[in-house]
């Protein structure tokens, strides 16, 4: 009896879609001002004589500087430089560095591409937003460098989870299903893409993709030989059954199985 209550009072604990909504209503103070600077108009600048950039300058500069040496590059004195500012002036657009973040991530994920075509198969353009996803994640390597804390999410993020919803809208699927169908076609290209955003990282730093494939490889072999491996070595040391997969390749057939998966539970619906 102890035993379920205990179970039952674990299942309690785990947060729901309706804790979510209502926490929105409970957000931090903090949190909920650089909200508001992510969604609102950002000053023009509060402070002095008239600024010669405005914040997407700003924000801009800082982009630049994670494109060229990560994320944990962009500080405010880095940007400030670039800008041919001083540190102090950077606060007349962004309160502090968070902010600032805050901005940059949100420009650096972009918006959802266009699809300038017919409107297809749920299958068909769920592939595309993925394959899409996948490339914008290459595109800002840096922004897999994120920590995961609370932190506000902006309108770009918003318009990657609208294009995806606006998809399995017309599968028939309930609200429910259609928010959890969307978490599992999101998580699947966020957690596979990270092979393809470690090579683009990779890339970056100027390493070759012949001495990304060397390192990575040797790691892998590691297993073989090993006895804490036996079941990993023997799939990695397996000849192989057809032409090997590239990285997208790869990605694009465990996408397949992800949307099988959607299809067949919608077929049983």
């Known amino acids: 009896m102890a035993a379920k209550k205990k179970a039952a009072g674990a299942r309690k604990a785990e947060i729901t879609h309706a804790d979510v909504m209502a926490a929105s209503m ?15 108009d950002r000053p023009a600048g509060s402070r002095g004589p008239k600024a010669a950039v405005s914040p997407e300058d700003v924000v801009q500069a800082a982009i630049e500087i994670a494109d060229a040496d990560g994320l944990a590059a962009v500080t405010m004195g880095a940007v400030a430089s670039r800008l041919g500012f001083t540190t102090m002036a950077l606060y007349r657009y962004f309160p502090n560095k968070e902010t600032l973040l ?11 591409p266009a699809f300038n075509m017919p409107r ?4 068909t353009e769920a592939t595309r937003w993925a394959h899409a996803k996948r490339a914008s994640l290459c595109a800002r390597p840096w922004l897999a460098e994120l920590p995961f804390v609370a932190a506000p999410h902006g309108p770009n993020w918003l318009l990657w989870l609208e294009a995806i919803t606006n998809i399995l809208s017309r599968t028939g699927l ?25 090579l683009a990282r990779a890339k970056r730093r100027g390493v070759s993709e012949a001495e990304w494939a060397a390192g990575v490889g ?11 491996f036996p079941a990993f070595a023997a799939v990695i040391t397996a000849p192989s059954d057809g032409a090997p997969r590239s990285l997208e390749d790869a990605f694009d057939w465990g996408l397949q199985r992800v949307l099988d998966g959607i299809e067949v539970y919608m077929q049983r619906g």
Do not use: K, M
């Not at 805050?102 to 972009?110: L, M, N, P, Q």
């Not at 259609?178 to 393809?196: E, F, H, N, W």
């Open 26 to 40: 409970r957000v931090d103070p903090e949190l909920r001002r650089r909200s508001q600077l992510l969604w609102e």
């Open 102 to 112: 805050d901005a940059v991530i949100d420009t650096g994920t972009g918006r959802p």
């Open 120 to 123: 297809t198969d749920w299958r």
């Open 174 to 198: 309930s609200a429910q299903d259609i928010g959890g169908a969307l978490s599992i076609i999101d998580g699947y290209t966020r957690g596979a893409s990270d092979t393809a955003v470690s």
């Open 218 to 228: 040797a790691d892998l072999g590691r297993a073989v030989g090993d006895s804490r």
